[in-house]
Nanobody, 122 residues
Framework: QVQLVESGGGLVQAGGSLRLSCAASGRTFRDYVMGWFRQAPGKEREIVAAIRWSGGSTGYADSVKGRFTISRDNGRNTVYLQLDSLSPEDTTVYYC???????????????WGQGTQVTVSS
């Protein structure tokens, strides 16, 4: 049974940092792309960052480039999202997901975590 379990969300002041973790289990993810998404109320789910597990190539949404960093730890089967220079506009639920294809859109992701709330106060 595949499980993606996010953690690390919380309340932080504007300009602060958080590190989100996504612990993956239940299968080998070597051939997968792992993505972090966020979805604000009333808005579509948007991809924030993605990383190819094999090779480690990464991609970011324009809105987070230079502020967020995605990485993975093969030994721990965990993907991280470092959030720096946070602003209130970053407040929402963040989800981890796994895709066996290119991982460019939410529809390509077969497995999802339950989400972790990030709240940035002004």
């Amino acid at each position: 049974q595949v499980q993606l379990v996010e953690s690390g969300g919380g309340l932080v002041q504007a300009g602060g940092s958080l590190r989100l973790s996504c612990a993956a289990s239940g299968r080998t993810f070597r051939d997968y792309v792992m993505g972090w998404f966020r979805q604000a109320p009333g808005k579509e789910r948007e991809i924030v960052a993605a990383i190819r597990w094999s090779g480690g190539s990464t991609g970011y949404a324009d809105s987070v480039k230079g502020r967020f960093t995605i990485s993975r730890d093969n030994g721990r089967n965990t993907v991280y999202l470092q959030l720096d220079s946070l602003s209130p506009e970053d407040t929402t639920v963040y989800y981890c997901a796994a895709s066996r294809s290119n991982g460019a859109t939410p529809m390509e992701y077969a497995y999802w975590g339950q989400g972790t709330q990030v709240t940035v106060s002004s």
